[in-house]
Structures are given as C-alpha cells and as structure tokens.
Nanobody, 121 residues
Framework: QVQLVESGGGLVQPGGSLRLSCAASGSIASINAMGWYRQAPGTERDLVAT???????KYADSVKGRFTISGDNAKKTVSLQMNSLKPEDTSVYYCYGEVVAIDSLALREYWGQGTQVTVSS
C-alpha cells in the first residue's frame, strides 16, 4: 500500500506565500517522479509542477516564476513553494507520485487526498 499525504494548505491574501508538502509512505520500491496538480470546482485537474527523481522540473505556464518545486529522494517528499499568490490560484491541490510498489513492481500513479488553497482578501 502506497500513500501520499499533503500538508500546508490554507487561506492567504493575494500576494502572499504558502508552502505545500507531501510525503510518500508504504511499500515503495522506487519513485520516478512527484508533483502537484490542482482542481477548482467545475474544472479539470491540471498540472502545476512536477519533479523527477533526477531533479528535472516542469511547470505550468501560469505558475512559472512564482512557484518552486523541490524534492527529497531519501525522505520521499516533495514540496511546493508558492509565492505571489493570486486569487486564480485558489484550488484543491493534489500531490501526485509515479511509484513502483514493492508488491507489484509495477509503475503506477498515486494521488493524495488534496489540500485546499484559498487566495482571498
């Protein structure tokens, strides 16, 4: 069983900052990549940022220059530093992982429960 647990969401004023963290646990053989997606009501879940185990990053155009993703392979964690937040960043943020589980040795996608980020004055 593989689990991803997020923390760090909340309410912040426009222009403010938040840091999201996610920890993977369970019977993990390896992690290829981790990252963050977000989904607002009535919309699809969209990529925010991802990072591979080699450190290669990818960002949505809407967050480039404002958000920074970082990962720790040894701790199996990923973080998202969000600066200069805008009301349109309001969404539920989901942690994502491409994980090989020990029992299956198959590469699968796993998702966290989601954490709410609200940007409002």
């Amino acid at each position: 069983q593989v689990q991803l647990v997020e923390s760090g969401g909340g309410l912040v004023q426009p222009g403010g900052s938040l840091r999201l963290s996610c920890a993977a646990s369970g019977s993990i053989a390896s992690i290829n990549a981790m990252g963050w997606y977000r989904q607002a009501p009535g919309t699809e879940r969209d990529l925010v940022a991802t990072i591979t185990s080699y450190g290669r990053t990818k960002y949505a155009d809407s967050v480039k220059g404002r958000f920074t993703i970082s990962g720790d392979n040894a701790k199996k964690t990923v973080s998202l530093q969000m600066n200069s937040l805008k009301p349109e960043d309001t969404s539920v943020y989901y942690c994502y992982g491409e994980v090989v589980a020990i029992d299956s040795l198959a590469l699968r996608e796993y998702w966290g429960q989601g954490t709410q980020v609200t940007v409002s004055s």
